[in-house]
């Protein structure tokens, strides 16, 4: 004979058998995730260069959902950084390491001769991730920018100093400066091609077209660079801009 249903029974092992749904369902995705990142690896299946996790940083391609992060694991990572800057268009000879009794290190840096689309006055020490900054900004905020607001390219851009063994604000004691490390670079000016001068000294006003100018790429330049100071942090930077990939955050 037939034992009856207990009451309740089923609603017992509904919140088990569910749970065991949902178990199977998370482990499906998982391995059909792990599948699907194989493929795109082994390029079995083809997605675009910005949007492939395996692929380097190319700063020639336009913004995808994955290029903050490649940009972040680029300047984390030597190798990576090194890759991303071959494809971003700048002339740079390697420099060997070098080392300071003061602590004016220099690790993984270039000298870089010209931006990808843009001259520079003179050849400058870089870090990778200070170089790979300074690539990106050029391509994709200043070159539109100075377009959008011209109708024309940047030309030169003018800078005043990146290595220098030195404390910060130039100060006897303290610690060391960003450009101690060649991690910093100075930019005072930019050149369009018609060869109009834009100057940060001169033409840091919002209600002027250089002034509008200056303002985007001072906004886009917080977008890559770890620190970018201008004229309205302090009387030291009215004339130029200062970018560094150090470890402090700012955007003044």
């Not at 060997?96 to 990808?116: I, L, M, Q």
């Not at 690539?135 to 100075?146: I, Y």
């Not at 109708?151 to 404390?167: H, K």
């Amino acid at each position: 004979m037939r034992r009856p249903l207990q009451p309740g029974g089923f609603g017992r092992a509904a919140p088990a058998m569910m749970a065991r749904i949902v178990a199977a369902l998370l482990l499906l995705a998982m391995l059909s995730g792990v599948v699907i990142a194989w493929l795109v690896y082994d390029r079995r299946i083809s997605v675009p260069e910005r949007d492939n996790p395996f692929l380097p940083l190319d700063v020639r391609a336009a913004h995808g959902l994955l290029t903050p992060w490649k940009f972040w694991r680029a300047t984390h990572d030597p190798s990576r950084c090194m890759a991303a800057l071959k494809t971003s268009g700048l002339t740079f000879t390697l420099v060997a390491d070098r080392t300071s009794s003061k602590g004016c290190d220099v690790t993984h840096a270039v000298r870089v001769e010209r931006f990808a689309d843009t001259s520079a006055n003179r050849t400058f020490l870089a870090t990778c991730p200070l170089a790979l900054a300074l690539a990106m900004s050029e391509r994709h905020v200043w070159q539109p920018a100075a377009l959008s607001l011209y109708g024309q390219r940047i030309r030169r851009i003018d800078q005043v100093g990146s290595y220098a063994c030195r404390n910060v604000n130039h100060a006897a004691v303290g610690r060391l400066s960003e450009d101690a490390n060649a991690n910093a670079i100075d930019v005072e000016a930019f050149e369009l091609a018609d060869s109009s001068r834009i100057t940060i000294a001169r033409d840091w006003h919002p209600d002027s077209r250089a002034g509008r100018l200056l303002a985007r790429i001072h906004a886009g330049a917080c977008g890559y660079f770890h620190a970018v100071l201008g004229p309205d942090y302090n009387e030291l930077h009215r004339t130029h801009f200062h970018l560094d990939m150090g470890p402090y955050r700012a955007c003044q």
